[in-house]
């Protein structure tokens, strides 16, 4: 499945049999976020409801993708919960504008399907807030793969748990110390700058 193709959002996901091994192998492909949401996967959780839950851990969508391009799971067969129109119309006044269009998308889903009751205007601006950093934690998570390599995953974790733009600047100091130890003081202040303009004021 291409990467940049998604079910439907009522699809009902499963894991396929690379995700079966992953979750009874003692060696591990997959770090504790992305295990602990394929171990969800249950043949009972839609697309959405499995990206709601991933949500809670950073970067819904990109977990979710990676989990589907790297053939951990899968949908079941053409199986729903029930017919959903395939065009969805979004109504710009049922969402504060500035909501990116994965967010809306996945917030009308969730509604329609009854998987969100309520959605109180502190958790959107909490989603908002963490899709708006999103760049800045890319970099980051690079910059800091590309220089410590396997031994990057704890501060890997670090960056993804931060949700706000006051946590990852908390991180932000952690990874200048480290390309300051590994590349010097040029590149340290190099890599701050870069990531602080990314961040939104």
Known sequence: M??????????????????????????HLLGPRLRTILLMVDGKLTFAELAARAATFGNA????????SE?????????????????????????ETGTDEATRHLVTELTRSGNLLTL?????????????????????????????????????????????REKLLAELSACCDIVRDLKGTDEADNFRISVLALLPE
Do not use: C, Y
């Open 61 to 68: 969508p990109a977990i979710v993708a990676h989990l589907l």
């Open 2 to 27: 291409s990467p940049s193709v998604n079910p439907p959002a009522n699809a009902l996901m499963v894991k396929t049999a690379k995700g079966i091994a992953e979750v009874s192998s003692a060696d």
């Open 120 to 164: 109180r205007g502190d958790s959107l601006a909490s989603m908002r807030e963490n899709e708006a950093i999103n760049p800045a934690k890319f970099f980051m998570r690079e910059t800091i793969s590309r220089l410590l390599g396997n031994g990057a995953v704890g501060v890997l974790d670090a960056i993804n748990l931060a949700t706000t």
């Open 71 to 95: 053939g951990f799971i899968e949908p079941q067969g053409t199986a729903a919960r029930e017919p959903q129109p395939r065009t969805i119309h979004l109504q710009p006044s049922s969402l």
